[in-house]
């Protein structure tokens, strides 16, 4: 497989007679499905993502492929079935990366056990043939078994439905991937810090390579503006004093060793104290718990976690778990920004304001995407694309990313097997030690991940720093913050090579990541 030449696709902005039809920035969930839409459809596309591909909320999610159970609680049908088709097409189109994955509701009332029943009845019935698997009660004796870490004080039984599961920021890697093959640009490191215009109209963007400081002028036929929790900093590009569309809203996870919950389910829990959905998540070999639901008025790429939001977590996992886990056995913390639609009364109730999508174009034919989930992502770009045809007159063609493989598509994976995340690459990940045998070596012993994984990265996923590769190609910050501080430096070791890098950068690459992983570690 040949490597992907960053500086080709670089080469390709500095052709300053060239008009793109379009033009996406943001290199999330959003832009990355806009740019593949756009591609497929034949047309000239390019996506500009600031940092790394999903650095954003896009590598922070829960992990979950699905309708919303919660949604459906709250009376939003639509939004539910929407849902639940984009997670049919997940699985079929990503199928090595989304697996079906079943949720036990411990249930302490015996009206829990009849209430949940009937409402995922429906959420089974919504999903019709799509279905994962059929809604069931089971015995309090049943709930423990499979859930042997349960409090199992005052337990009357559960009940099991089934929802998709998937490794957020390695399904953006590979759609990144799709997108190239599709013949669009995709750049890392890239930042839209300008908009221009001819008369009121856009006509392109400025845009800032982060490393070097070099700037491009770039026309486009439609620029689309797909920036998750920075959707209104583009927006003040386009008119400045515009009122905010985006209220952000912190979600944190906290991650623990699974032995908390050794389980190949994962436990949904319904209500908690303060009325929302708690999940516990098996991922990676870990157990992912969250999340929370925190308003904020700013916004950031690295968010990090409040004292409150981990206390809540703790504090309601303990009330769920056999064995109440203390802030020691967290392993890594992490915080992503919900970008919400704001609500017209500025309220600050986040549980309320709309998770569907929508997709605004400004007077001057800036077309921002805000709101909705990983799961819809392809209905967002299609949505997105419709509107970016109409305003650029661009000649129409139908959408077919509903029958699009994602790169890496297999149809069976080995899930023990820590390499299925690369699906179909898997193999040639591992060719790659008959050139060095040394990258056979793990890069630190207690993970499973090669040192191979670190030149796959670079070579075939647009990796450019240490924090790329352990964050978002291996996930091991997410999984364990200490050990990822431990393998950041034979990981800088190896890049600096790959890249062509001196002493130097390594050094600024390690005391970077580590600053950086220290957020995700809890003092204790
Ligand atoms: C805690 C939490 C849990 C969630 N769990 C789930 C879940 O389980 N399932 C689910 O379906 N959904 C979930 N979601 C929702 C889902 O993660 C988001 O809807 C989705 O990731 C948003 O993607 P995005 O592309 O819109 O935003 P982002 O991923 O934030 O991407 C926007 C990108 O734009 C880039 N950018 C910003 N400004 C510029 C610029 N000037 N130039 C270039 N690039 C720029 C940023 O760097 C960023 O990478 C969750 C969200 C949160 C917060």
Known sequence: MKAIDRNQHLESLSDSEKTWDIIIIGGGATGLGTALDAANRGYQTLLLEQADLANGTSSRSTKLVHGGVRYLAQGNISLV???L?????????????VKNLSFIIPCYSWFDIIYYSIGLAAYDLLAGRLSLGKTKRISRKEVIKRLPGINAMGLKGGV???DGQFDDARLAVNLAQTCLEQGATVLNYIKVTGLSKSGTKISGVVARDMETGKTWHLKAKVVVNATGVFVDDILQLDSPGSRPLIKPSQGVHVVLERMFMASEDAVMIPRTDDGRVLFAVPWHDKLVIGTTDTPLNEHSLEPV???SEIAFILKTAAAYLKHSPTRNDVLSVFAGLRPLAAPNDRSSVTKEISRSHQVLVADSGLISVIGGKWTTYRQMAEDTLEKAIAVAGLEPVCCKTAELPVHGHRRESDWNDHLYVYGSDREKVLELINEQADWAKKLH?????LRAEVIWAVRH??????EDILARRVRLLFVDARAAIAASSITAQMMARELGRDENWQNQQVARFTELANNYLLQP
């Open 81 to 83: 079935r929407e849902a």
């Open 305 to 307: 976690a409040l004292e």
């Open 160 to 162: 099991v439905y089934h």
């Open 461 to 466: 996923e647009m990796a450019q720093t240490v």
């Open 85 to 97: 088709r984009e997670r049919g097409l997940m699985l079929k189109n990503a199928s090595h990366l």
């Open 445 to 449: 012993p207690n993970y499973p991940y």
